[in-house]
């Protein structure tokens, strides 16, 4: 479904939002409700051009005549027994202002109507199309009413009466209906087909009134192209019933079409003629005088007659000007094109022959408007002039006509002209100082890392010396069976590991240990058998001898640090650990050396020398504490 607040605001002009606008404005002082209804509606949803507009109140619309007026409509006639007002607003707006009625007809072509509701109203118009209706009310502005399905007959093309009675009741729907399938290229739908041909052949238009005549009559000069619709009336036989004098082969045809050319070139650059003053002397060029003054005077719309014949003087009050000082320069002459009166200026454009006044119109329809190509928007965004800016369309519109005149040809100027219009730059922005974070602590060098591990090291030897306690930490390491080993690896304090032993073995009954046999591919690396006789000699017999004696543990305490200072970083390994485990301590003359097992080195009873430096230091603290 289309959206209608959106048609409203973009498919109309801006001089005919501006009529809608002035007429909402008075229904609302005066308390009534407002739509528009009609072919406006029609046309919107169609997508076809929307020539006038037509309006309905619920109320007696005949009594908004003064109010109109005084906001500078102009009521161009009226229409009392069906209480509306034909009125013209400023830009050639067209407007049909009526009351919602009920109609009934006692005999055709005689009707007699009465005050109802909006829905009412749709319901006794003439085709489904013209059957719509927008509230142009607050709360309900864009609020399409549809009760005959319209819309469906309009995405069908299609005309469909609805009643059935519809041409007999008013048979100037039937010339409606033909004017409508000219200009839209619409069919009628079956069954109103029959019905169209039915009164055509028992003659329903002989009670067809004057006012209706009149009106249809007028309408033919105010359509897009008179002349395809006058044709299609003479050929379905109704020109005889409206004014038999008016035809095609009366009229200036080349004209005409020249006429439209000039219109479709002014709307292409902002101006909207309405035609229907123009077209009349075309229309009628081989007529009689005396037929053509019978056709104004049937015409329904006084005001009509009025534009034609004031038409001559206001063109030439319009070329005096637009030759003159006052329109001299291009900026001049195209503000004069934008506020003049546009049946005046698309007559004097078609008619005119003086040379000055068309090298004008030609630099209007081709040159002035490039100047809109140059304006410097890169520049001005630079000088900080954006669309937020105050007065910036105003700015654009003078910087358009000076471009138009040729006064800014170089950037040079242009900078000079923007300068009084840019604003000051902004200040700088304020960084706002975060509070320091402290740094993480840097890594200890690994020259510092080793000494602290084997300090560490050392003293917890002393303590569990000093202590008696069966639990040594595994901190000293040697390389793995087929590892590398690497000197700069910092010494790492492990978790301690519970050494289970018996009996205490002397260092002199323990033999030394051998290596197992190497693994095919690794290299193997031999750790001296004094590590192991000193790993085994911690045991729980110096232990208590230590206890024992309080010197001698200061002594062994004093050795152990010394020693564990002097061992050599190169004998540390980076990360390994190793668990000492031993169930039973085994006498030196029993200990059987490991045996080399081809392919797999064999562990000597779970016991595995690591570091032999730190062993020779715990070796010569327990010397000392015996």
């Known amino acids: 479904m289309a959206d ?12 005919q939002r501006e009529a809608l ?8 002082a005066k308390g009534l409700t407002v739509f528009l209804v009609g072919g406006a509606v029609r046309d919107m949803t169609s997508g076809s051009p929307v020539r006038d507009l037509d309006v309905v109140v619920q109320g007696n619309a005949l009594k908004l005549k003064k109010d109109i007026e005084k906001a500078h409509g102009v009521i161009t006639g009226e229409n009392e027994p069906g209480q509306s007002l034909f009125a013209r607003f400023p830009g050639g707006v067209r407007m049909e202002i009526g009351s919602t009625l009920t109609v009934t007809y006692p005999k055709p072509g005689k009707p007699v109507v009465k005050a109802a509701t909006i ?5 006794r118009r003439d085709f489904t199309a013209n059957a719509m209706a927008l509230s142009l009310n607050d709360g309900s502005y864009g609020l399409l009413m549809d009760p005959l399905n319209g819309v469906a007959d309009i995405e069908n093309r299609e005309l469909r009466l609805v009643s059935n009675y519809g041409f007999i009741e008013d048979p100037v729907r039937m010339i409606r209906a033909a004017r409508l399938m000219a200009r839209l290229g619409w069919l009628m739908d079956e069954k109103t087909q029959a019905r169209y041909e039915t009164g055509k052949q028992e003659g329903y238009i002989s009670a067809m009134g004057g006012f209706h005549r009149g009106y249809e009559t007028e309408e033919i000069f105010h359509e897009e192209d008179p002349l395809r619709v006058l044709r299609k009336l003479e050929a379905e036989g109704w020109m005889k019933d409206l004014f038999p004098a008016l035809s095609s082969a009366k009229a200036n045809v080349t004209e005409l079409e020249k006429l439209r050319d000039v219109q479709s070139q002014l709307q292409m650059q902002g101006v909207h003629p309405e035609t229907a003053v123009a077209n009349f002397p075309y229309l009628t060029a081989k007529m009689a005088p005396k037929d053509v003054a019978a056709l104004k005077k049937s015409f329904a719309r006084h005001g009509f007659v009025d534009e034609i014949e004031a038409l001559e003087d206001e063109a030439k009050a319009f070329a005096a000007e637009f030759s003159g000082k006052g329109a001299a320069s291009p900026s001049q002459a195209w503000k004069l094109l934008h506020s003049a009166k546009p049946e005046s200026i698309l007559w004097v454009a078609h008619t005119s022959k003086n040379a000055g006044i068309q090298n004008k119109f030609k630099g209007f329809f081709t040159e002035w408007s490039q100047a809109k190509q140059k304006l410097p928007y890169t520049l001005m965004q630079e000088m900080r002039i954006v669309p937020e800016l105050p007065g910036y369309s105003e700015l654009l519109d003078k ?4 471009l138009m005149d040729g006064k800014l040809g170089t950037v040079e100027e242009m900078k000079a002209y923007l300068e009084p219009h840019s604003p000051p730059a902004p200040p700088p922005p304020v960084h706002l100082r975060r509070p320091r974070v402290p740094k993480k602590d840097a890594k200890p060098a690994k020259s510092r890392k080793k000494a602290a591990a084997v300090e560490a090291n050392g003293e917890s030897l002393d303590g569990l010396v000093a202590s008696g306690s069966s639990e040594v930490p595994a901190s000293v390491s040697v390389p793995a069976k087929g590892a590398a ?14 050494v289970a032993a018996k009996k205490a073995v002397p260092a002199k009954a323990v033999a030394p240990v051998k290596a197992a046999a190497p693994a095919k591919g690794k290299v193997v690396t031999k750790a001296p058998a004094k590590s192991v006789a000193a790993k085994t000699s911690v045991k729980k017999a110096p232990v208590k001898a230590a206890s024992k004696s309080p010197a001698k543990k200061v002594v062994a305490k004093k050795a152990v640090k010394a020693a564990v200072k002097k061992a050599p970083a190169k004998a540390v390994a980076k990360k390994a650990t190793v668990k000492v485990v031993a169930k039973k301590a085994v006498p030196a003359k029993k200990a059987a050396p490991t045996k080399k097992v081809a392919g797999k080195a064999a562990p000597a009873k779970k016991a595995t020398a690591k570091h032999a430096p730190a062993k020779k ?3 010569a603290a327990h010397k000392k504490g015996r």
């Open 485 to 498: 080993v690497k000197t700069a690896a910092p010494v790492k304090v492990a978790a301690p590991v519970k």
């Open 617 to 619: 230091a715990v070796k």
């Open 21 to 28: 606008l002035v007429v909402r404005e008075v229904a609302r």
């Open 119 to 123: 829905l009412d109203d749709l319901r």
């Open 4 to 15: 209608y607040i959106y048609l409203l605001e973009n498919r109309l002009s801006p001089a």
């Open 399 to 402: 910087l358009f006509f000076e």
